[in-house]
Protein backbone atom coordinates (compact mmCIF):
# COMPACT_ATOMS: atom_id res chain seq x y z
CA UNK A 1 0.00 0.00 0.00
CA UNK A 2 1.24 3.84 -1.07
CA UNK A 3 1.03 5.99 2.34
CA UNK A 4 0.14 9.60 1.96
CA UNK A 5 4.35 10.22 2.86
CA UNK A 6 5.22 8.41 -0.47
CA UNK A 7 2.83 10.63 -2.85
CA UNK A 8 4.20 13.74 -1.31
CA UNK A 9 7.92 12.37 -1.32
CA UNK A 10 7.33 11.47 -5.02
CA UNK A 11 5.42 14.87 -5.73
CA UNK A 12 8.58 16.90 -4.52
CA UNK A 13 10.71 14.83 -6.41
CA UNK A 14 9.08 15.40 -9.64
CA UNK A 15 8.97 18.97 -9.04
CA UNK A 16 12.55 19.34 -8.49
CA UNK A 17 13.19 17.40 -11.62
CA UNK A 18 11.31 19.67 -13.32
CA UNK A 19 12.68 23.25 -12.21
CA UNK A 20 16.20 21.45 -12.48
CA UNK A 21 15.34 20.95 -16.42
CA UNK A 22 13.93 24.35 -16.64
CA UNK A 23 17.12 26.09 -14.83
CA UNK A 24 19.32 23.56 -17.54
CA UNK A 25 17.46 24.48 -20.47
CA UNK A 26 17.97 28.09 -19.59
CA UNK A 27 21.90 27.58 -19.00
CA UNK A 28 21.79 26.12 -21.88
CA UNK A 29 19.77 28.48 -24.21
CA UNK A 30 22.64 31.35 -22.73
CA UNK A 31 25.90 28.83 -23.86
CA UNK A 32 24.14 28.51 -27.36
CA UNK A 33 23.40 32.71 -27.61
CA UNK A 34 26.86 33.54 -26.49
CA UNK A 35 28.63 30.50 -28.66
CA UNK A 36 26.78 31.96 -31.83
CA UNK A 37 27.86 35.51 -30.49
CA UNK A 38 31.35 34.55 -29.99
CA UNK A 39 31.62 32.55 -33.63
CA UNK A 40 30.05 35.47 -35.76
CA UNK A 41 32.19 38.27 -37.69
CA UNK A 42 31.30 40.96 -39.32
CA UNK A 43 27.74 40.29 -37.29
CA UNK A 44 26.72 37.63 -39.78
CA UNK A 45 26.78 33.90 -38.98
CA UNK A 46 27.34 31.00 -42.22
CA UNK A 47 24.58 28.92 -41.29
CA UNK A 48 24.84 27.20 -45.12
CA UNK A 49 26.53 27.67 -48.59
CA UNK A 50 25.84 31.11 -49.30
CA UNK A 51 23.30 31.51 -47.06
CA UNK A 52 23.50 34.03 -44.28
CA UNK A 53 21.27 34.98 -41.16
CA UNK A 54 21.89 37.78 -38.53
CA UNK A 55 21.81 38.23 -35.02
CA UNK A 56 19.47 40.51 -33.62
CA UNK A 57 20.29 40.53 -29.92
CA UNK A 58 23.09 41.76 -30.88
CA UNK A 59 23.68 45.21 -29.24
CA UNK A 60 24.50 47.43 -32.25
CA UNK A 61 25.66 50.99 -32.02
CA UNK A 62 22.40 52.90 -31.03
CA UNK A 63 19.41 49.67 -30.97
CA UNK A 64 18.69 47.11 -28.77
CA UNK A 65 16.58 44.72 -30.39
CA UNK A 66 14.09 46.78 -32.11
CA UNK A 67 14.66 50.00 -29.57
CA UNK A 68 17.13 52.41 -30.55
CA UNK A 69 17.80 54.33 -27.24
CA UNK A 70 18.83 57.84 -27.10
CA UNK A 71 22.19 58.53 -26.74
CA UNK A 72 24.46 61.68 -24.83
CA UNK A 73 25.26 63.87 -27.56
CA UNK A 74 27.90 65.07 -25.17
CA UNK A 75 30.39 62.49 -26.09
CA UNK A 76 30.66 64.11 -29.47
CA UNK A 77 32.47 67.88 -29.83
CA UNK A 78 30.53 70.90 -29.22
CA UNK A 79 31.42 72.32 -32.71
CA UNK A 80 29.96 68.80 -33.95
CA UNK A 81 26.41 68.89 -32.24
CA UNK A 82 26.25 72.54 -32.99
CA UNK A 83 26.57 71.84 -36.95
CA UNK A 84 24.48 68.86 -36.66
CA UNK A 85 21.67 70.68 -35.33
CA UNK A 86 21.92 73.71 -37.71
CA UNK A 87 21.74 71.82 -40.58
CA UNK A 88 18.97 69.45 -39.35
CA UNK A 89 16.69 71.59 -37.97
CA UNK A 90 13.89 69.52 -39.14
CA UNK A 91 14.84 66.99 -36.39
CA UNK A 92 14.33 69.45 -33.32
CA UNK A 93 10.60 68.66 -32.85
CA UNK A 94 10.73 65.25 -33.65
CA UNK A 95 10.85 63.24 -30.13
CA UNK A 96 11.28 59.46 -31.81
CA UNK A 97 11.15 58.30 -35.50
CA UNK A 98 9.31 55.11 -36.02
CA UNK A 99 10.20 53.02 -39.00
CA UNK A 100 9.50 49.27 -40.51
CA UNK A 101 12.69 47.88 -41.43
CA UNK A 102 13.46 45.18 -43.37
CA UNK A 103 15.94 42.23 -42.51
CA UNK A 104 18.67 41.66 -45.47
CA UNK A 105 18.08 38.01 -46.95
CA UNK A 106 20.14 35.27 -46.07
CA UNK A 107 21.92 35.68 -49.52
CA UNK A 108 23.33 39.05 -47.81
CA UNK A 109 26.65 39.42 -45.96
CA UNK A 110 25.64 42.58 -43.98
CA UNK A 111 23.70 42.58 -41.29
CA UNK A 112 22.46 46.30 -41.79
CA UNK A 113 18.64 46.08 -42.28
CA UNK A 114 17.38 49.29 -44.41
CA UNK A 115 13.54 51.01 -44.44
CA UNK A 116 10.90 49.69 -45.92
CA UNK A 117 8.29 51.69 -47.58
CA UNK A 118 5.09 50.54 -47.06
CA UNK A 119 1.93 50.68 -49.50
CA UNK A 120 -0.92 52.92 -48.49
CA UNK A 121 -4.20 51.34 -48.62
CA UNK A 122 -5.65 52.52 -52.09
CA UNK A 123 -2.74 50.89 -53.56
CA UNK A 124 -5.10 47.72 -53.07
CA UNK A 125 -1.75 45.37 -52.34
CA UNK A 126 0.18 44.85 -49.03
CA UNK A 127 4.03 44.44 -49.19
CA UNK A 128 4.56 43.54 -45.86
CA UNK A 129 6.10 40.10 -45.45
CA UNK A 130 7.76 38.91 -41.94
CA UNK A 131 11.27 39.91 -43.13
CA UNK A 132 9.84 43.32 -42.35
CA UNK A 133 9.94 45.30 -37.96
CA UNK A 134 8.93 48.02 -36.77
CA UNK A 135 11.59 50.12 -35.02
CA UNK A 136 11.85 52.87 -32.71
CA UNK A 137 14.41 55.85 -32.92
CA UNK A 138 15.15 58.17 -30.12
CA UNK A 139 18.41 58.98 -31.01
CA UNK A 140 18.33 62.19 -33.77
CA UNK A 141 21.66 61.44 -35.09
CA UNK A 142 20.56 58.53 -36.60
CA UNK A 143 16.89 60.17 -37.72
CA UNK A 144 16.11 59.27 -41.50
CA UNK A 145 15.09 62.21 -43.70
CA UNK A 146 15.09 63.51 -47.36
CA UNK A 147 15.01 66.10 -49.54
CA UNK A 148 12.39 66.63 -52.83
CA UNK A 149 13.37 69.31 -54.85
CA UNK A 150 11.70 70.31 -58.15
CA UNK A 151 12.20 74.01 -58.32
CA UNK A 152 15.88 76.19 -58.80
CA UNK A 153 14.53 77.32 -55.04
CA UNK A 154 16.45 74.94 -52.64
CA UNK A 155 13.86 75.58 -49.71
CA UNK A 156 11.06 75.38 -52.23
CA UNK A 157 7.93 72.86 -50.60
CA UNK A 158 6.41 72.00 -53.75
CA UNK A 159 6.83 68.38 -54.50
CA UNK A 160 4.63 65.53 -56.61
CA UNK A 161 1.99 63.66 -53.99
CA UNK A 162 3.67 60.14 -55.48
CA UNK A 163 6.91 61.44 -53.84
CA UNK A 164 5.94 63.38 -51.29
CA UNK A 165 3.17 61.27 -49.56
CA UNK A 166 5.34 58.15 -49.03
CA UNK A 167 7.69 59.98 -47.49
CA UNK A 168 5.42 61.16 -45.11
CA UNK A 169 3.27 57.66 -44.92
CA UNK A 170 6.38 56.24 -44.12
CA UNK A 171 8.15 58.68 -41.51
CA UNK A 172 10.67 59.68 -43.56
CA UNK A 173 11.33 63.21 -41.95
CA UNK A 174 11.51 65.61 -45.17
CA UNK A 175 14.50 68.41 -45.04
CA UNK A 176 15.30 71.65 -47.14
CA UNK A 177 18.48 72.22 -48.47
CA UNK A 178 20.01 69.27 -47.44
CA UNK A 179 22.96 67.69 -49.12
CA UNK A 180 23.27 65.39 -46.11
CA UNK A 181 20.12 63.97 -46.07
CA UNK A 182 19.71 59.98 -46.71
CA UNK A 183 17.50 60.19 -49.88
CA UNK A 184 17.75 63.17 -52.42
CA UNK A 185 15.41 62.85 -54.95
CA UNK A 186 15.84 66.08 -57.46
CA UNK A 187 13.79 66.95 -60.94
CA UNK A 188 17.15 68.00 -62.47
CA UNK A 189 20.90 67.24 -61.59
CA UNK A 190 23.30 68.86 -60.10
CA UNK A 191 26.56 66.14 -59.68
CA UNK A 192 28.34 69.13 -57.18
CA UNK A 193 25.91 68.04 -54.67
CA UNK A 194 27.02 64.46 -54.10
CA UNK A 195 30.98 65.58 -53.84
CA UNK A 196 31.44 64.95 -50.07
CA UNK A 197 28.62 62.22 -49.72
CA UNK A 198 28.29 59.42 -47.03
CA UNK A 199 27.88 56.00 -48.79
CA UNK A 200 24.62 55.29 -47.08
CA UNK A 201 23.14 58.53 -49.00
CA UNK A 202 21.34 57.67 -52.16
CA UNK A 203 20.82 60.39 -54.95
CA UNK A 204 18.42 60.06 -57.85
CA UNK A 205 20.78 60.97 -60.64
CA UNK A 206 23.70 59.19 -62.76
CA UNK A 207 26.69 61.05 -63.86
CA UNK A 208 26.87 60.26 -67.33
CA UNK A 209 22.69 59.92 -67.91
CA UNK A 210 22.43 62.55 -70.90
CA UNK A 211 24.49 60.02 -73.03
CA UNK A 212 20.74 58.14 -73.38
CA UNK A 213 18.82 60.80 -72.34
CA UNK A 214 19.75 63.77 -74.75
CA UNK A 215 18.27 62.49 -77.68
CA UNK A 216 21.42 63.07 -80.25
CA UNK A 217 23.96 61.37 -77.41
CA UNK A 218 21.31 58.39 -77.34
CA UNK A 219 21.41 58.13 -81.38
CA UNK A 220 25.15 58.60 -81.46
CA UNK A 221 25.74 56.04 -79.10
CA UNK A 222 23.50 53.69 -81.04
CA UNK A 223 24.68 53.80 -83.81
CA UNK A 224 28.19 53.67 -82.78
CA UNK A 225 27.08 49.72 -81.54
CA UNK A 226 24.65 49.39 -84.56
CA UNK A 227 28.00 49.20 -86.94
CA UNK A 228 29.55 46.73 -84.45
CA UNK A 229 26.49 44.63 -84.03
CA UNK A 230 24.06 45.47 -86.27
CA UNK A 231 22.29 42.55 -85.95
CA UNK A 232 21.46 42.96 -82.21
CA UNK A 233 21.17 47.07 -82.56
CA UNK A 234 18.15 47.53 -84.41
CA UNK A 235 15.60 49.10 -82.51
CA UNK A 236 16.27 52.35 -83.52
CA UNK A 237 14.88 54.18 -87.15
CA UNK A 238 17.44 55.60 -88.75
CA UNK A 239 17.99 59.13 -87.79
CA UNK A 240 20.36 62.06 -88.39
CA UNK A 241 22.05 64.02 -85.71
CA UNK A 242 23.90 67.49 -86.34
CA UNK A 243 27.39 65.28 -86.55
CA UNK A 244 25.79 63.72 -89.60
CA UNK A 245 23.58 66.03 -91.32
CA UNK A 246 25.45 66.91 -94.37
CA UNK A 247 25.35 63.23 -95.27
CA UNK A 248 21.65 62.84 -95.23
CA UNK A 249 21.62 65.94 -97.23
CA UNK A 250 23.88 64.62 -99.93
CA UNK A 251 22.17 61.09 -99.14
CA UNK A 252 18.72 62.55 -99.95
CA UNK A 253 19.33 65.16 -101.74
CA UNK A 254 16.24 64.70 -104.00
CA UNK A 255 13.89 64.49 -100.91
CA UNK A 256 9.78 64.55 -101.87
CA UNK A 257 7.59 64.20 -99.23
CA UNK A 258 5.32 61.46 -99.65
CA UNK A 259 3.24 59.06 -98.10
CA UNK A 260 5.63 56.50 -98.01
CA UNK A 261 8.32 58.94 -97.35
CA UNK A 262 8.07 60.72 -94.22
CA UNK A 263 10.60 62.24 -92.43
CA UNK A 264 10.75 64.13 -88.70
CA UNK A 265 12.35 67.21 -87.38
CA UNK A 266 12.50 67.16 -83.76
CA UNK A 267 14.82 70.19 -82.35
CA UNK A 268 17.86 69.30 -80.40
CA UNK A 269 16.65 69.62 -76.47
CA UNK A 270 13.12 69.94 -76.99
CA UNK A 271 10.45 68.10 -74.48
CA UNK A 272 6.83 67.23 -74.94
CA UNK A 273 6.58 67.54 -78.48
CA UNK A 274 7.68 70.76 -78.70
CA UNK A 275 8.98 71.95 -82.04
CA UNK A 276 8.18 68.60 -83.96
CA UNK A 277 7.35 69.04 -87.22
CA UNK A 278 7.44 66.59 -90.63
CA UNK A 279 10.11 67.87 -92.96
CA UNK A 280 8.97 69.44 -96.19
CA UNK A 281 12.11 70.97 -97.61
CA UNK A 282 15.35 69.25 -96.82
CA UNK A 283 17.21 73.37 -97.07
CA UNK A 284 15.14 74.36 -94.29
CA UNK A 285 17.10 72.00 -91.44
CA UNK A 286 18.62 74.01 -88.44
CA UNK A 287 22.69 72.43 -87.97
CA UNK A 288 21.06 71.35 -84.86
CA UNK A 289 17.93 69.83 -86.23
CA UNK A 290 17.61 65.85 -85.42
CA UNK A 291 16.04 64.27 -88.17
CA UNK A 292 14.47 61.01 -87.69
CA UNK A 293 12.48 58.59 -90.55
CA UNK A 294 8.69 58.70 -89.34
CA UNK A 295 7.07 54.74 -88.29
CA UNK A 296 4.42 55.19 -90.49
CA UNK A 297 2.93 52.09 -90.02
CA UNK A 298 2.23 52.11 -86.51
CA UNK A 299 0.28 49.44 -84.56
CA UNK A 300 -3.43 51.09 -83.79
CA UNK A 301 -5.48 51.19 -80.35
CA UNK A 302 -9.11 52.19 -81.31
CA UNK A 303 -7.21 53.70 -84.90
CA UNK A 304 -5.21 55.77 -82.78
CA UNK A 305 -1.82 55.80 -82.56
CA UNK A 306 0.37 55.34 -79.48
CA UNK A 307 3.41 54.86 -77.47
CA UNK A 308 4.31 52.83 -74.07
CA UNK A 309 5.61 54.60 -71.36
CA UNK A 310 7.78 52.44 -69.57
CA UNK A 311 9.75 52.77 -66.31
CA UNK A 312 13.18 51.34 -65.72
CA UNK A 313 15.26 51.86 -62.77
CA UNK A 314 19.53 51.06 -63.09
CA UNK A 315 20.89 51.10 -59.47
CA UNK A 316 24.61 52.30 -60.58
CA UNK A 317 26.74 51.50 -63.22
CA UNK A 318 29.91 49.65 -61.36
CA UNK A 319 28.14 46.31 -60.65
CA UNK A 320 24.98 47.75 -63.07
CA UNK A 321 21.72 46.61 -62.60
CA UNK A 322 18.93 47.04 -64.52
CA UNK A 323 15.00 46.84 -63.05
CA UNK A 324 12.27 47.14 -65.57
CA UNK A 325 8.84 48.16 -64.01
CA UNK A 326 6.04 46.09 -65.34
CA UNK A 327 3.11 48.56 -64.53
CA UNK A 328 3.41 51.12 -67.25
CA UNK A 329 0.76 52.84 -69.33
CA UNK A 330 -0.11 54.15 -73.04
CA UNK A 331 -0.61 57.32 -74.27
CA UNK A 332 -2.88 57.52 -77.28
CA UNK A 333 -3.19 60.60 -79.92
CA UNK A 334 -6.43 62.08 -79.85
CA UNK A 335 -7.49 62.26 -83.29
CA UNK A 336 -7.82 58.84 -85.77
CA UNK A 337 -4.73 57.91 -87.69
CA UNK A 338 -3.78 58.62 -91.26
CA UNK A 339 -0.83 59.93 -93.50
CA UNK A 340 -2.80 62.53 -95.44
CA UNK A 341 -0.68 64.92 -96.61
CA UNK A 342 -2.60 67.59 -96.28
CA UNK A 343 -3.26 67.13 -92.77
CA UNK A 344 0.42 66.10 -91.50
CA UNK A 345 0.35 69.54 -89.33
CA UNK A 346 -1.96 67.69 -87.10
CA UNK A 347 -0.28 67.28 -83.48
CA UNK A 348 -3.51 65.17 -81.99
CA UNK A 349 -3.28 62.58 -84.98
CA UNK A 350 0.64 61.84 -84.91
CA UNK A 351 1.77 63.24 -81.64
CA UNK A 352 1.09 60.78 -78.07
CA UNK A 353 2.53 63.15 -75.61
CA UNK A 354 -0.21 63.80 -72.70
CA UNK A 355 1.21 67.52 -72.75
CA UNK A 356 0.24 67.98 -76.58
CA UNK A 357 -3.53 65.75 -76.16
CA UNK A 358 -5.08 67.09 -72.94
CA UNK A 359 -5.13 70.63 -74.56
CA UNK A 360 -7.67 69.05 -76.84
CA UNK A 361 -11.05 70.06 -75.00
CA UNK A 362 -12.57 67.31 -75.70
CA UNK A 363 -10.79 65.14 -74.44
CA UNK A 364 -10.39 63.74 -71.03
CA UNK A 365 -7.25 61.53 -69.06
CA UNK A 366 -9.11 58.39 -69.95
CA UNK A 367 -9.39 58.85 -73.32
CA UNK A 368 -5.85 59.19 -74.35
CA UNK A 369 -4.35 57.32 -71.50
CA UNK A 370 -4.30 53.65 -71.13
CA UNK A 371 -3.46 51.56 -68.39
CA UNK A 372 -0.84 48.76 -69.55
CA UNK A 373 -3.80 46.08 -68.74
CA UNK A 374 -6.29 47.52 -70.93
CA UNK A 375 -3.66 46.95 -73.66
CA UNK A 376 -3.22 43.53 -73.26
CA UNK A 377 -6.15 42.74 -73.55
CA UNK A 378 -7.11 45.04 -76.62
CA UNK A 379 -3.91 43.51 -78.30
CA UNK A 380 -5.67 40.06 -77.80
CA UNK A 381 -8.89 40.30 -78.56
CA UNK A 382 -8.25 42.35 -81.52
CA UNK A 383 -5.02 41.59 -82.87
CA UNK A 384 -4.59 37.93 -81.67
CA UNK A 385 -1.66 38.91 -79.35
CA UNK A 386 0.49 38.20 -76.37
CA UNK A 387 1.66 41.41 -74.67
CA UNK A 388 4.69 39.19 -73.45
CA UNK A 389 6.38 38.10 -76.64
CA UNK A 390 6.24 42.10 -77.07
CA UNK A 391 7.19 43.03 -73.97
CA UNK A 392 10.50 40.42 -73.66
CA UNK A 393 11.39 42.43 -76.97
CA UNK A 394 11.27 45.76 -74.68
CA UNK A 395 13.41 44.51 -72.16
CA UNK A 396 16.29 43.23 -74.59
CA UNK A 397 16.20 47.23 -75.62
CA UNK A 398 16.32 48.81 -72.03
CA UNK A 399 19.42 46.09 -71.53
CA UNK A 400 21.14 47.24 -74.94
CA UNK A 401 20.28 51.02 -74.79
CA UNK A 402 21.47 51.38 -70.88
CA UNK A 403 24.70 49.17 -71.71
CA UNK A 404 25.74 51.68 -74.23
CA UNK A 405 27.00 54.72 -71.51
CA UNK A 406 28.20 51.92 -69.11
CA UNK A 407 31.80 52.43 -69.84
CA UNK A 408 31.52 56.51 -70.14
CA UNK A 409 29.72 56.51 -66.67
CA UNK A 410 32.26 53.90 -65.00
CA UNK A 411 35.49 56.52 -66.43
CA UNK A 412 33.25 59.17 -64.93
CA UNK A 413 33.12 58.02 -61.31
CA UNK A 414 35.95 57.37 -61.31
CA UNK A 415 37.49 60.67 -62.63
CA UNK A 416 35.40 62.21 -59.96
CA UNK A 417 36.82 59.94 -57.35
CA UNK A 418 40.59 60.70 -58.38
CA UNK A 419 40.47 64.23 -59.77
CA UNK A 420 37.86 66.15 -57.56
CA UNK A 421 38.21 63.67 -54.32
CA UNK A 422 34.87 62.31 -54.49
CA UNK A 423 34.36 59.23 -52.33
CA UNK A 424 31.55 58.12 -54.78
CA UNK A 425 30.59 54.74 -54.78
CA UNK A 426 28.12 53.16 -57.80
CA UNK A 427 25.49 52.35 -55.07
CA UNK A 428 25.39 56.00 -54.15
CA UNK A 429 23.31 57.15 -57.60
CA UNK A 430 20.22 55.51 -59.33
CA UNK A 431 18.43 56.99 -61.88
CA UNK A 432 14.78 56.07 -62.78
CA UNK A 433 14.77 56.66 -66.49
CA UNK A 434 11.06 57.35 -68.79
CA UNK A 435 11.54 54.63 -71.81
CA UNK A 436 9.20 55.95 -75.10
CA UNK A 437 8.60 52.68 -77.01
CA UNK A 438 6.38 52.72 -79.86
CA UNK A 439 5.42 49.13 -81.65
CA UNK A 440 4.67 48.69 -85.42
CA UNK A 441 1.67 46.64 -87.18
CA UNK A 442 4.85 43.90 -87.29
CA UNK A 443 4.80 44.04 -83.83
CA UNK A 444 8.30 45.55 -83.49
CA UNK A 445 8.97 47.61 -80.60
CA UNK A 446 10.91 51.10 -81.47
CA UNK A 447 13.29 52.95 -79.23
CA UNK A 448 11.49 56.64 -79.80
CA UNK A 449 13.38 58.62 -76.59
CA UNK A 450 14.42 58.10 -73.14
CA UNK A 451 13.67 60.53 -70.31
CA UNK A 452 15.54 62.11 -67.55
CA UNK A 453 13.39 62.59 -65.07
CA UNK A 454 10.08 61.36 -66.66
CA UNK A 455 6.31 63.33 -65.74
CA UNK A 456 5.06 62.48 -61.74
CA UNK A 457 1.85 64.34 -62.07
CA UNK A 458 -0.72 62.10 -61.81
CA UNK A 459 -4.11 62.23 -63.82
CA UNK A 460 -6.43 59.34 -63.19
CA UNK A 461 -7.08 56.49 -60.43
CA UNK A 462 -4.86 53.90 -61.86
CA UNK A 463 -2.20 56.77 -62.41
CA UNK A 464 -1.93 57.29 -58.87
CA UNK A 465 -1.72 53.28 -57.90
CA UNK A 466 1.14 53.36 -60.64
CA UNK A 467 3.21 55.92 -59.49
CA UNK A 468 2.88 55.54 -55.70
CA UNK A 469 3.93 52.04 -56.27
CA UNK A 470 6.79 53.00 -58.41
CA UNK A 471 8.22 55.48 -55.56
CA UNK A 472 7.54 52.82 -52.47
CA UNK A 473 9.45 50.13 -54.84
CA UNK A 474 12.06 52.33 -55.79
CA UNK A 475 13.13 53.44 -52.04
CA UNK A 476 13.08 49.95 -51.23
CA UNK A 477 15.67 48.46 -53.71
CA UNK A 478 18.03 51.28 -53.50
CA UNK A 479 17.93 50.63 -49.58
CA UNK A 480 18.06 53.69 -46.96
CA UNK A 481 20.71 52.22 -43.83
CA UNK A 482 20.26 54.73 -40.96
CA UNK A 483 23.47 56.13 -40.22
CA UNK A 484 24.77 58.76 -37.50
CA UNK A 485 24.64 62.54 -39.23
CA UNK A 486 27.27 63.35 -36.66
CA UNK A 487 29.64 60.37 -37.16
CA UNK A 488 28.46 58.78 -40.22
CA UNK A 489 28.70 55.20 -39.28
CA UNK A 490 26.08 52.90 -39.14
CA UNK A 491 23.31 52.63 -36.48
CA UNK A 492 23.40 49.27 -36.58
CA UNK A 493 26.83 48.96 -36.88
CA UNK A 494 29.23 48.39 -39.89
CA UNK A 495 29.69 46.04 -41.99
CA UNK A 496 33.46 44.45 -43.27
CA UNK A 497 34.93 43.52 -46.71
CA UNK A 498 38.03 42.06 -48.13
CA UNK A 499 38.46 45.10 -50.28
CA UNK A 500 36.54 47.56 -52.57
CA UNK A 501 35.65 44.61 -55.28
CA UNK A 502 33.62 42.76 -52.65
CA UNK A 503 32.35 45.19 -51.09
CA UNK A 504 30.74 46.23 -54.44
CA UNK A 505 29.49 42.63 -55.17
CA UNK A 506 27.80 42.03 -51.59
CA UNK A 507 26.02 45.46 -51.50
CA UNK A 508 24.65 44.17 -55.04
CA UNK A 509 23.62 40.88 -53.58
CA UNK A 510 21.88 42.83 -50.64
CA UNK A 511 19.67 44.98 -53.26
CA UNK A 512 19.20 42.16 -55.64
CA UNK A 513 17.53 40.31 -53.03
CA UNK A 514 15.34 42.38 -51.58
CA UNK A 515 11.63 42.63 -52.69
CA UNK A 516 11.73 44.50 -55.52
CA UNK A 517 7.40 44.86 -55.58
CA UNK A 518 6.38 45.87 -59.23
CA UNK A 519 9.89 45.58 -60.66
CA UNK A 520 11.10 42.89 -62.47
CA UNK A 521 15.48 42.41 -62.37
CA UNK A 522 16.26 42.30 -65.91
CA UNK A 523 20.38 42.44 -65.71
CA UNK A 524 22.53 40.41 -64.55
CA UNK A 525 20.57 37.22 -64.77
CA UNK A 526 22.20 33.87 -64.70
CA UNK A 527 20.36 33.11 -67.67
CA UNK A 528 21.78 36.34 -70.27
CA UNK A 529 24.83 37.16 -68.57
CA UNK A 530 26.66 35.33 -71.30
CA UNK A 531 24.73 37.07 -74.06
CA UNK A 532 24.51 40.52 -73.04
CA UNK A 533 28.14 41.02 -71.42
CA UNK A 534 29.66 40.86 -75.42
CA UNK A 535 28.29 44.29 -75.60
CA UNK A 536 30.18 45.91 -72.95
CA UNK A 537 33.13 47.82 -74.35
CA UNK A 538 34.62 47.56 -70.68
CA UNK A 539 34.44 44.77 -68.46
CA UNK A 540 34.98 46.43 -65.28
CA UNK A 541 35.98 44.24 -62.20
CA UNK A 542 32.94 44.69 -60.09
CA UNK A 543 30.75 43.92 -63.25
CA UNK A 544 32.85 40.72 -64.02
CA UNK A 545 32.97 39.54 -59.72
CA UNK A 546 29.27 40.28 -59.48
CA UNK A 547 28.36 38.26 -62.85
CA UNK A 548 30.36 35.26 -61.31
CA UNK A 549 28.89 35.59 -57.77
CA UNK A 550 25.77 35.48 -59.63
CA UNK A 551 26.33 32.31 -61.93
CA UNK A 552 27.70 30.38 -59.14
CA UNK A 553 24.79 31.06 -56.40
CA UNK A 554 21.42 29.58 -57.89
CA UNK A 555 19.38 31.42 -56.01
CA UNK A 556 20.44 34.73 -56.34
Keep these: MFTLKYFRGLTFNMYYIYKSS ?24 NIGPNSYQVDRSINYSGCIGNECKSNNLKEYRTEDIEKFEKKFKEFKDVEQQDLSMLSPSNYCKCHQRTVYFKYHDFIGKNNTSENIDNVTIYNKEYFVGGTQNFSKNPNSKFSYECVKNPYEYNNIIRLFNNTESNLLWHNSSNMTLIGTFNKYQRYNHIFKHSDITLKNRLYDNFLRFQKKYPKDYNYMTETYTSKRLEIFKNRYKDYKISQDNLWLVKPRGSARGKGIHFLEDINNINKTDIITRYISNPLLLEKKKFDLRIYVLVTGHDPLKIYIFEDSFARLSSDEYDTELNDLNNVYKHLTNVSVNKKKKTNNSTSYVWSVKKVKRYLLEEYGVE ?8 EDIAIKAVITMNKSEIKREKELNSKNNFNIKSNNIFEVYGFDVLIDNNMKPWLLEINLSPDLSINSKFQKQLKYRLMDDTFNIVGLVPYSHITGLAMEGEC ?13 VCEITRPTGGYKRIFPLKENIDYYKKFFEEVSPNNQALWDEIQKNEKI
Design 387 to 394: FSDIWKKI
Design 496 to 508: EYKDPVDEAVQQS
Design 22 to 45: ILYIAIFQGFLSNLVKALRKNECL
